[in-house]
Each structure stands twice: as C-alpha cells, then as structure tokens.
C-alpha cells in the first residue's frame, strides 16, 4: 500500500525548487538547491492533511481561489505551544505548491487525497452540531460561523446545524430523532452542553442495544458516534482536560482529522434509578454549594463560580457523611504516582485490553467484573465516615483555566477508574491552603486532612440513613424519550426548578458553626445546613444518597488528550536530520 502511493517529484514552493515525497505516510518537502547540510525538511504526517485543493487556496481570513491549473495547496496541522496552559495549540497551516505540468498537479492532489482516505479511516464526513447561543460569554454561534464551519467545509465535512433553543434541546434530539448517516456530534458550548450530547448518545446506544440504564451493575454498550467539543462555556473542563486548550480552531482540527480518545464515564444512582452520568466532577460539600450559589449569579458568566467559591469559603461548611469505595487494582497505577496522562497514556492503552478483551462472551451483557458490584462482594469496599468539606469523585484531572492541573492531576482519562478525594474537616486556613494548591503545581493530596483513592465505585449515604427528599423531585421524575424510562432529571439549571436545592441547602439548618477569624463572622452568624448538594458536573443531583460506577471508555471525543508541549520543544530544537522524526514543526 505505502508504494502504490509513492509520489516523487520537483515542486516549486514561490521562487524556491524543492523535492517532494508523498509516502502512504507522509508528506514531505526538502530544499533541493542547497547543500545536504543547509537543507530542511518539512514532514507533515498525512494523518494530519487537513485538505488538499486545486489552484492557490486561502481560507481566513476570508476565501480566496486564485484557480491557476499547475497549482495546488496543501492545508494541514501547525502546532504552537499556549503561553497559558500545558497542551499545544493548534492552527492551520498552508502551503501553495507548483508543478511543472497539469498532469503532475492531478498526480499529487489524486495521490494525497486516496492517502487520507486510506489513512485516516476515522475522519467524519458528515456531523450533527448543536450550538448553545447562551453558553459562556454568549459567542457560541459566532465562534462556529467564524472559526469553524470554514475549516470543516475545507476538509469537506457537511454538517447539520441545529442553534439550540432551549436546555435539554440536543439530548432529546439525539434520543429520539433519526441519525443515521452521522458519524459524529458536535457540542458548540460549555461543560453543560457536552452533559446534553453525553446523555442522549449514552442513552441512546443503550435503548438501541436494549440494555437497562438504571441498574449500576449492567456493562453499558460503548456509544457508535464521536463526540466533539467546541469550547465556549465557563469552565470547559471536559475540553481543557482531553485537548489541553480551550481554542475552537484547535478543537475544529482534532474533530476534521478523526482523532478519538476513549472516555471514562461514571453513573450515578439513587435507589433503583439513574440520576446521571458525569466524566469530570461529581462533588458534595465545597464544590456542591459553589454550584448552587452560582446559579443565583448566572449574569455574571464565568466570574459567578469565582464569586461564589469565595462566599460559600467565607461561611465555613463541613458535612457528615459515610463514604465507601471500591479500590482499583492499586498494581496499575495510583493517584499519587506523579505521573500525567499524556496523548498515548500507555496506561489508558493497556486500559483498553483489559476493558475489552477479545473473549468469545465479550458481547455478553455483564462483564466478568459483574461481581464486583453486586452485593456478593461488599468485602471489598472500604468505608470511612466523619465530616467533610468535600467529596469528589473525577473520572479524568478534571483540569480547567481556574486548576491547570485539575482535581487529581494523575487522573487518567480512559483507564476505567475514577478517583476518590477526601477533605476532611478541617482549620478554614487548612482548607484554603488545599484549594489554593489547585491553582499551583503543589500537590493538593500531600496534606494530613486530605486522602485520595482510585476507585471504580463509590456509596454515599448519610449518617443517621435518612435521605434527603429534595421537594419537588417528584415533578422531576419524569421519563426522558418516553414514559418507560427510569431516569431521574437534576434540577434545571436555567429553569425555576433549580431553586429547589438551594432551598434544601437553606431550609436545613442543625448544626452552629464554629466562629474561626474575625473576617468569618459575618457569615458565620447564619446557621450551617445539615447536608450539602451534588455537583454533577456542573449540574445538581436531586438526590444526597448516591451510588457511583465508572465505566470504563464508554464514549468516544475527537480528540487525542493532551499533548506533552515541553517534549514538541524538544522537538523543535533538534537538527534537522532528526526533527524528519518529529511530527509537523515549523
Ligand atoms: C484561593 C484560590 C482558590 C482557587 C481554587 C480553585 C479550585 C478550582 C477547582 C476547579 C475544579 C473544576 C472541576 C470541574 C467541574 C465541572 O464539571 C463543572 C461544570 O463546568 N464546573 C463547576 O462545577 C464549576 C466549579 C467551579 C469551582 C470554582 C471554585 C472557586 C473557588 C474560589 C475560592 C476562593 C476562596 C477565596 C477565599 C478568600
Ligand atoms: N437555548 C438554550 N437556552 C437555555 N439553556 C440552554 C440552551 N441550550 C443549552 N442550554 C443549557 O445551558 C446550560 C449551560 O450551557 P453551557 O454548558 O454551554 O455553558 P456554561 O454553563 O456557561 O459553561 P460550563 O458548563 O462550561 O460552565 C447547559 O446545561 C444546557 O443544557
Ligand atoms: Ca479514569
């Protein structure tokens, strides 16, 4: 296949004579007017050819065809590195090249055009987009028209638009409307909005497959279509933590070229129903009332969490609670092993086998860890009880504009675990030294009131076992996609309903507060609640008794986690001979 594909020729790039090489993978131009050792190569991998066309091409800032017949531009990835984060942006680079003849120009674009399609088997060719208008700084359907849709129309993608106009608008489509013919779905917007797109493929996949939600001890079916994300949110953790940046065109490009990164997802359970499904926070405690102060702040965009977190800090909340878990197999890896999950984690990899192992039963419904949540087992679990500032269970690091790290910074995004982490209650400044380390490279775990567990599942329950019954939850309960589901919606965050639980959070009140500095008293003069809410990835949990499972790689994002920048440094830095090593520099 790599020699049918081999092309070999002069091509001019402006005054310059260069010998180009196309293999089955890669593209590859070398000065040819210069001595062996001045001469620089440029590779650019054919998996990352965004498009090719005829003629001299630009796209941005507007496009141009110039439509000359010896011509051709290639457009494919650049890579930068972000002054602000660790991952590496990415643009789009073009190059405009020459060719003797008509003939020879044909050659190279029908050559380069069978390579992609031979090489990039996963690249979509038509994709379903849900634009929020009201997510983030409100520029959702700028940030697709301007950034976007030029690049997915250069690479040939035909998308199908849909603005939404109401919350929950994308996950009732992608329940119940046909989508056939798609290869993908496009989020243009927040953490919230990924939630939307998460819950109806999730849900989808499983009613096709015939599989029940509700019971946390059923293997759910891994979702057929890539999710993509175009950042334009107020936290988008999910992109930050699998692209490494929060930029639309870096996302645009990971989604032309078919990237896929696995993702694990966590199922959160209440009874016998399923409440949710998260992949980065599912937080009780500081993270819980954060969210719920923030919704009475929504105008303020972005900076509500930031005001938020400081107010709900200043009232100095601890919560009773009991916590069990099940460990992960501790030989695999560990939370606190000061490792990152990089582009190619060979822990996610080995994940993948494990996950999926190539038996006979694989396609059977439970999967041969089945026992492991069935109440055969409760060996197993661990418990710990006393009062908490927070509970977080994350799937991922979780890492954001705000915690560059994220919550657990050795989190994986596609191993099958989740981890545990544990604040106890403790001294306000003890605490503040704990959130503050978020923001830092210091490491949040190595505190005497903090403990972090991998885990593949989690109980919470209340001390005295009495379950909150947030009022209202009834009305919520209802199906999603058809009256047979069991599946309990959280309260709205853009509706009246989401005042239900902060009113739980405000109604309850047992326990005095204990007055800590003079700057607390204010707000320690008001009466602590008795319990806190669940924050489900931006969302609140109707319920305060869960019972949590992750799922190992049960959906799929174009994406390819996050690239180490300082080694494309390294990259960038080597001589010429081995940077043809490399992937595309400039
Ligand atoms: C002193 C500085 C401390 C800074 C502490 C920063 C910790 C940041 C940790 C961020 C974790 C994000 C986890 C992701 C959750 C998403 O699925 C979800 C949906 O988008 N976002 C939120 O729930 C939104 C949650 C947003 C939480 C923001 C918390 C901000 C805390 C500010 C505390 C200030 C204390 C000041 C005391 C004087
Ligand atoms: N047309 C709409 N009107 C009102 N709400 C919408 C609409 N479309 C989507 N939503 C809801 O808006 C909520 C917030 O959207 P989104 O996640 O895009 O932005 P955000 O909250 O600013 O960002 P983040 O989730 O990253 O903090 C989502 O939960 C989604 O269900
Ligand atoms: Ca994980």
């Known amino acids: 296949m790599e020699t049918d594909l081999r092309l070999e020729s002069s091509l001019w790039i402006g005054n310059k004579r260069y010998r180009a090489v196309l293999t089955g993978w890669h593209l590859k131009w070398t000065e040819a007017d210069k001595k062996n050792g001045d001469k620089k190569t440029v590779s650019v991998p054919v998996a ?44 789009l680079g073009r190059t405009q090249f020459s060719c003797p003849s008509r003939v020879l120009r044909d050659q190279w674009t029908n050559h380069l055009r069978t390579a992609l399609k031979t090489h990039s088997p996963l690249r979509p060719h038509r994709l379903l987009v849900f634009i929020n208008p009201f997510g983030g700084k409100k520029k959702g359907r700028e940030i697709y028209h301007s950034l976007v849709a030029p690049l997915f129309e250069l690479a040939g993608i035909s998308s199908h638009v849909i603005v939404t106009e109401r919350a929950n608008q994308a996950r009732d489509h992608l329940l119940k409307k046909d989508l056939t013919g798609f290869d993908g779905v496009v989020c243009v917007g927040g953490d919230g909005m990924f939630s939307e797109v998460l819950h109806g493929l999730i849900g989808r996949t499983q009613q096709e497959a015939g599989l029940c939600e509700t019971d946390p001890a059923v293997t759910l079916q891994p979702c057929p279509l890539h999710i993509g994300i175009i950042p334009a949110g107020s936290t988008d953790c999910v992109c930050y933590a699998t692209v490494g940046v929060i930029d639309p065109v870096s996302s645009a490009l990971h989604i032309i070229i078919g990237d896929s990164q696995p993702l694990d997802v966590c199922s959160v359970h209440h009874a016998s129903t399923l409440v949710r499904y998260s992949v980065s926070l599912v937080g009780y405690g500081f993270y819980g009332d954060v969210l719920a ?70 396609g059977s419904l439970y999967s041969s860890h089945f026992s492991q949540y069935s109440s055969d087992s409760e060996g197993e679990w661990v418990s710990v009880e006393g009062r908490f500032r927070c509970v977080s269970i994350t799937c991922m690091s979780s890492s954001c504009a705000r915690s560059p790290l994220g919550l657990s910074p050795s989190a994986h995004l596609a191993d099958g675990t989740g981890d545990l982490i544990l604040v106890w209650d403790t001294h306000p400044l003890s605490f503040l030294k704990f959130l503050y380390r978020h923001t830092s490279t210091q490491d949040q775990f190595d505190l005497p009131f903090v403990e972090v567990h991998r885990v593949k599942a989690v109980r919470f329950s209340l001390p005295d076992g009495r379950e909150e019954v947030h009022e209202g939850i009834g009305e919520l309960n209802r199906a999603i996609g058809g009256e047979e589901r069991e599946y309990v919606d959280t309260v709205s965050r853009n509706g009246s309903q989401q ?88």
């Open 293 to 362: 102060e923030s919704e009475k702040h929504r105008w303020m965009g972005p900076l509500r969490y930031d005001y938020s977190g400081t107010v709900v800090y200043l009232s100095n909340r601890s919560y009773a609670g009991i916590v069990q878990y099940l460990p992960a197999d501790p030989l695999l890896s560990s939370p606190k092993d000061k490792t990152r999950c990089l582009s190619g984690c060979n822990v996610c990899s080995r994940s993948t086998e494990r996950l999926f192992p190539h038996t006979s039963d694989s």
């Open 499 to 586: 005042q239900l639980a902060q009113s739980v959070v405000e109604r309850e009140t047992m326990n005095e507060h204990k007055t800590v500095a003079p700057i607390l008293c204010g707000l320690c003069c008001k009466k602590t609640p008795a319990v806190s809410v669940w924050n489900c990835d931006g969302e609140i949990l109707p319920f305060t008794e869960i019972f949590c499972r992750i799922h190992g790689q049960l959906v799929r994002l174009y994406a390819r986690g996050i690239e180490d920048g300082a080694a494309m440094q390294n990259c960038s830095q080597e001589s010429d001979k081995n940077k043809s090593r490399c992937i595309t520099y400039k």
């Open 48 to 91: 990352e050819v965004v498009g090719v066309e005829n003629g001299r091409v630009e796209i941005l800032p507007q496009k141009s065809v110039e439509d000359t017949d010896k011509d051709f531009t290639v457009f494919y990835i650049k890579r930068s590195r972000s002054r602000s984060t660790y991952g590496l942006l990415w643009s």
